[in-house]
């Protein structure tokens, strides 16, 4: 039987997500079958980086197949706005002072030779890591599966969570 | 004997040299032989667990110093 190993992700803090990201890309190389999931913030490292006041367009055709659109309020463009993400602009956990942390961070990385976040994202999409997000929390904050900058995200809810973390032998929680 | 593939992850760190291996070994053939050379610390390690998992047979390790060559039979 393949080995298989899923990965949930809350976190939207960038030290988390490259430890999921790492862990994903090196045991899919070594032929584990991964799949990724996100929830909350753990979304915002999939999330294509917008400007600060960049008009959302919403397309209900393919968005209403996920979400609710009649529900929306002015809420969620708030959190969009305020929740931009983006593999490359994420917090730090610790020592975050106040956005400079991420820049010393990426510039260490640099210098070491480290992959940063979005080259792995793109390295876990080639070797066939599989996303999938949460649905409660796309509706809730608004999310557009265009928006990200992998294909081939699934929306999918609690139930295929449970049948592939069963089927999985071991799931790592971040 | 001669490698059918020769692959050079000197400088990269872990996880790298995974990904490229497997992603060159993806486009090989069964029985072909593989060739990588790094200079990562945890590098040797790295590619001997790669071959377990895959099933891939360790032919010969040289070690020059921090750099060292591996060849496996895909």
């Given at each position: 039987?393949?080995?298989?190993?899923?990965?949930?992700?809350?976190?939207?803090?960038?030290?988390?997500?490259?430890?999921?990201?790492?862990?994903?890309?090196?045991?899919?190389?070594?032929?584990?079958?991964?799949?990724?999931?996100?929830?909350?913030?753990?979304?915002?490292?999939?999330?294509?980086?917008?400007?600060?006041?960049?008009?959302?367009?919403?397309?209900?055709?393919?968005?209403?197949?996920y979400r609710?659109?009649?529900?929306?309020?002015?809420?969620?463009?708030?959190?969009?706005?305020?929740?931009?993400?983006?593999?490359?602009?994420?917090?730090?956990?610790?020592?975050?002072?106040?956005?400079?942390?991420?820049?010393?961070?990426?510039?260490?990385?640099?210098?070491?030779?480290?992959?940063?976040?979005?080259?792995?994202?793109?390295?876990?999409?080639?070797?066939?890591?599989?996303?999938?997000i949460?649905q409660?929390c796309c509706d809730?904050l608004?999310l557009?599966?265009?928006?990200?900058?992998?294909?081939?995200?699934?929306i999918?809810?609690?139930?295929?969570?449970?049948?592939?973390?069963?089927?999985?032998?071991?799931?790592?929680?971040? | 004997?001669?490698?059918?593939?020769?692959?050079?992850?000197?400088?990269?760190?872990?996880?790298?040299?995974?990904?490229?291996?497997?992603?060159?070994?993806?486009?090989?053939?069964?029985?072909?032989?593989?060739?990588?050379?790094?200079?990562?610390?945890?590098?040797?390690?790295?590619?001997?667990?790669?071959?377990?998992?895959?099933?891939?047979?360790?032919?010969?390790?040289?070690?020059?110093?921090?750099?060292?060559?591996?060849?496996?039979?895909?």
């Amino acid at each position: 039987m393949n080995k298989k190993g899923t990965i949930l992700l809350l976190s939207g803090d960038l030290d988390k997500a490259l430890a999921a990201f790492i862990i994903a890309t090196g045991f899919a190389a070594l032929g584990v079958e991964m799949k990724m999931w996100f929830m909350i913030f753990g979304h915002n490292c999939l999330k294509k980086r917008k400007r600060l006041f960049a008009r959302r367009r919403t397309d209900p055709t393919r968005e209403g197949l996920y979400r609710d659109l009649a529900t929306d309020n002015i809420l969620q463009p708030m959190v969009e706005m305020m929740n931009r993400g983006g593999a490359e602009h994420l917090p730090l956990s610790q020592l975050n002072l106040m956005g400079l942390g991420p820049v010393l961070f990426a510039k260490m990385l640099k210098k070491k030779n480290i992959p940063h976040l979005e080259e792995l994202i793109h390295s876990a999409d080639e070797l066939g890591v599989k996303f999938y997000i949460c649905q409660i929390c796309c509706d809730a904050l608004g999310l557009s599966v265009d928006d990200l900058i992998v294909p081939n995200v699934e929306i999918k809810g609690v139930s295929t969570y449970m049948k592939d973390t069963m089927d999985a032998h071991v799931n790592l929680v971040f | 004997m001669a490698a059918n593939r020769m692959v050079d992850v000197m400088g990269k760190v872990c996880p790298l040299p995974l990904i490229t291996l497997a992603k060159e070994v993806r486009t090989m053939q069964k029985g072909q032989m593989m060739s990588i050379v790094g200079d990562d610390p945890i590098f040797e390690d790295s590619v001997i667990d790669f071959c377990r998992e895959g099933g891939h047979e360790l032919v010969d390790t040289q070690r020059e110093g921090k750099k060292v060559t591996i060849m496996f039979q895909v």
